[in-house]
């Protein structure tokens, strides 16, 4: 373990920016956690109070202990460290557990993951494997107590992995994949679809997601959790004087079936009859200023019709800036009214919503 710490001047003599990196080598084992724990006390006792993460720690292992690349995974959200692997490195099992603690803050309401995996390197999982000579030795070469103590570690090693993950805020799903897998079996970051399971962000040249349509269709399939198939020529482009007197009339459609007195229900109706783009554009403007949950526009506007299993249908609006793959909103219209996404994506790679979640982004080195 190495660490690499760099100061530049701030704005004032006494508010200096301070970077501080840990690059982790090699197996992990016993008392690796403490170690690390020891660095990042002294990091913290230097370091001013930021906005981003304390330090970022890189990591290049092919893997090791299982219960400490966990406690090394508790360690990097205690103190706001982010995770990085960079390109041509390996970060594999227990290393992997470990990377999924990159955290940019657990600042309240909620911890702000980050973890990085550059193009090029490799982030791969998989099941445990438990020692069998230990058992053996531990049970005196007693079949049924081998067994029953295997039993009870498998148990226990799947416990810990799965209440990690969850804390770790990653989609329970990803890991009980899993650990339905033969320990030789490997699953490794490469797709859209893996990088948002672990909530991970890919770094560096990234293939073009395709049509916007396509972006469209993709960015409401991951919203709600790919609740049915969908297919590009299901998005329905709007010009945006029509998508905002679209939404508008759900509100006003939302003000009446609730059965709410006054003019507002009048006055909406009118403004959406209205030919004056720009006052259907104002009052949608101020519907958003007033916390109606609705879309910003960022350009092409797409409507997408989602009919799921048992008869549930909703429709999906998302605006998208062509030209900035992090730039787009979203809102989802049910039978009761607006509602956010069901899923968000990882905050510092909002973009990853715009791809097929089997998209490949991190291909296989030669």
């Not at 006494?14 to 724990?37: C, H, M, Q, Y």
């Not at 099992?93 to 990377?99: G, H, I, P, T, V």
């Not at 699953?187 to 469209?216: I, K």
Request: proline share 6%; glycine share 8%.
């Amino acid at each position: 373990m190495t660490v690499e710490s760099t100061s530049i001047p701030g704005l004032t003599a006494k508010s200096a920016i301070v970077t501080n990196t840990l690059r982790f080598t090699g197996l992990i084992e016993v008392p690796d956690a403490d170690k690390l724990r020891a660095e990042l006390s002294k990091i913290r006792a230097k370091t001013p109070p930021g906005d981003g993460p304390m330090a970022t720690i890189e990591f290049s292992s092919k893997g090791g202990d299982l219960l400490e690349g966990i406690k090394i995974g508790y360690l990097l959200r205690e103190f706001d460290v982010a995770s990085l692997v960079r390109q041509d490195d390996l970060c594999l099992s227990a290393c992997a557990l470990a990377f999924l603690g990159g955290t940019q803050s657990r600042a309240p309401p909620a911890a702000i993951p980050s973890r990085r995996i550059a193009i090029g390197g490799k982030v791969g999982f998989h099941n445990f494997t438990i020692n069998v000579s230990h058992i053996q030795a531990e049970t005196k070469n007693d079949a049924a107590a081998g067994i029953s103590r295997s039993f009870n570690l498998a148990r226990a090693g799947a416990a810990q992995m799965m209440r990690f993950v969850t804390d770790m805020g990653v989609q329970p799903a990803f890991i009980a994949q899993l650990v339905g897998l033969a320990p030789e079996a490997w699953q490794y970051v490469d797709t859209a679809g893996e990088f948002l399971e672990t909530g991970s962000c890919p770094v560096g040249n990234l293939p073009s997601p395709g049509r916007l349509e396509a972006q469209a269709v993709n960015v409401c399939s991951n919203a709600t959790g790919w609740l049915t198939t969908l297919d590009s020529s299901q998005a329905q482009r709007h010009s945006l004087p029509q998508a905002q007197r679209h939404l508008l009339e759900h509100v006003r459609a939302n003000i009446a079936a609730f059965n709410i007195k006054g003019p507002l229900a009048a006055q909406l109706a009118a403004v959406i009859a209205s030919s004056d783009n720009r006052l259907v554009e104002s009052v949608y403007n101020d519907m958003r200023a007033a916390g109606i949950t609705l879309p910003e526009m960022k350009g092409a506007h797409f409507e997408i019709l989602i009919e799921a299993r048992d008869g549930y249908r909703l429709q999906c609006h998302v605006s998208l800036a062509p030209n900035e793959l992090d730039s787009f909103d979203l809102v989802l219209v049910t039978n009761g009214g607006f509602s956010r996404p069901f899923r968000t994506p990882p905050a510092g790679c909002p973009g990853l919503f715009r791809y097929n979640r089997d998209d490949l982004l991190n291909p296989a080195r030669g």
